[in-house]
């Protein structure tokens, strides 16, 4: 601009007219800028032309720095594109139907998975609540209490023959992902299992009726040659009724497990359960010369089904009388808190080393196969107090000191607990 300004006052000056040439050389230096600023405005505007148009001074210098800038943002906006794609590559090829849920809940995104599972269409679902399009309430309930790490098992809408395994995983500010997973395979199989069990023993029991029956006339005969065969009739006699015992529990735990409905809702009076249960036990503990103690701390009862807490509760005290050694003492305890109520069998047996404890509950896991088998254990008796706990949304804790003894407490919710 100098040079300019300069060069022009030194010809005015020279023809005599220096404020002329000033105001001439001015004026062109400044169109000079407005040419080149159209230029930039032009170049900007056209989205074709990437080259930068040629220019000089400081205008070479400013098409340069944009066009450095373009050139970064147009590699970024690449890299980005390219990622894009590879993540949309992926969860296409996800067989978990993926739905990303905003903060009302509202279907913000989802896979081709999520289309063919649970017919979701691109163009009218975007923007709906997942709740009104999966319309079954305990998927809402779901949705709501926010549990991250639980499942739940849904029909598929529109295909009841599909079941669906959802879960919720929290992520970034109030989005949730929602993965929805086929196992209806799973479902279907464990469905066969189930009924297999059940149906192997159904078939047994009659047989195995018969069978204790006609071993019992037997060992009652007071002939020579029943007298000559005694010892291995009631040999026989045990083992049948040990089989007998299995087939009983194995049809209760599938009873047990098939029955989806709530157990009945009935006030259950906790003192008049422990009674009959130590009555039902007594001679057994007498056997043994263990002491029973009843600390019914409580007058509260429980909602729930009598026979199915006759039964968790009985097998808890049979355990104690099996794995505590003579003389050994019981206690049975019965309190409430405002946690709720609290079911207890305390023991003074052998104990269970903790790394047994996680596994008790499987069907047939026993620490010592022998000894169980021994004092008439099936192998069943704490899978049997486990789903009946868990049909009275209840929880069992299992301490123990191996040598000292073991504490098995089954913990009930206050909604199960009746004051009446
Ligand atoms: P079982 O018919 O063998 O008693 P359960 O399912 O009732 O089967 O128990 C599983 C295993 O847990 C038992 O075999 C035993 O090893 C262990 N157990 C259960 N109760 C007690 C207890 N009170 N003291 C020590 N061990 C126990």
């Known amino acids: 601009m100098g040079i300019i300004l300069i060069g ?17 050389g001015l004026l062109a230096y400044m169109l000079w800028h407005l040419h080149n600023l159209r230029r930039l405005e032009q170049w900007l505007r056209d989205g074709r032309t990437y080259q930068p148009p040629e220019a000089s001074g400081i205008w070479s210098e400013v098409f340069y720095l944009l066009y450095g800038k373009r050139q970064r943002e147009r590699a970024q906006k690449k890299r980005l594109a390219a990622m894009l794609s590879q993540f949309r590559e992926a969860t296409s090829a996800m067989p978990d139907a993926t739905v990303v849920l905003g903060p009302g809940d509202e279907i913000q995104w989802f896979n081709d998975a999520a289309r063919q599972l649970i017919k979701l269409h691109a163009g009218q679902d975007v923007g709906q609540r997942i709740d009104n399009l999966i319309r079954y309430p305990e998927f809402g309930n779901f949705l709501e209490s926010g549990n991250e790490s639980g499942y739940i098992l849904i029909p598929a809408p529109k295909d009841p023959e599909t079941t669906l395994s959802a879960r919720v995983i929290p992520y970034g500010r109030d989005l949730r992902l929602l993965i929805l997973r086929d196992v209806s395979q799973q479902q279907r199989l464990e469905q066969m299992r189930r009924d297999f069990v059940a149906n192997v023993s159904h078939e047994l029991r009659t047989p195995l009726t018969v069978v204790n029956g006609f071993l019992e006339t037997m060992i009652d005969t007071d002939d020579e040659c029943a007298r000559e065969w005694s010892r291995s009739l009631l040999l026989m006699q045990q083992q049948a009724s040990r089989m007998q015992h299995i087939v009983e529990d194995l049809l209760l735990l599938s009873r047990l497990e098939t029955d989806s409905n709530r157990p009945p809702e009935k006030p259950v009076s906790m003192p008049a359960l422990i009674a009959t249960i130590y009555e039902d036990v007594e001679h057994l503990a007498a056997q043994k010369r263990q002491q029973i103690s009843i600390d019914s701390e409580s007058e509260a009862g429980l909602y729930g089904a009598e026979r199915e807490l006759h039964s968790a509760f009985a097998n808890l005290v049979i355990n104690a009388i099996r794995y505590t050694p003579e003389a050994g003492r019981i206690r049975i305890r019965w309190w409430a808190d405002e946690q709720g109520a609290h079911y207890a069998v305390a023991d003074t047996g052998i104990g269970i080393e903790a790394a047994h404890i996680p596994r008790l509950t499987e069907r047939f896991y026993r620490v010592d196969v022998g000894r169980s088998r021994d004092s008439g254990g099936t192998g069943l008796g704490l899978a049997i107090v486990k789903h009946v706990l868990n049909r009275h949304e209840a929880r069992l804790r299992i ?5 000292r003894g073991s504490t098995f407490t089954c913990d009930f919710p206050l909604s199960r607990v009746s004051r009446t």
């Open 399 to 403: 301490d123990s000191v191996p040598g």
């Open 8 to 24: 022009a006052w030194l010809i005015g000056a020279v023809l005599g007219k220096p404020g002329v040439f000033l105001f001439l």
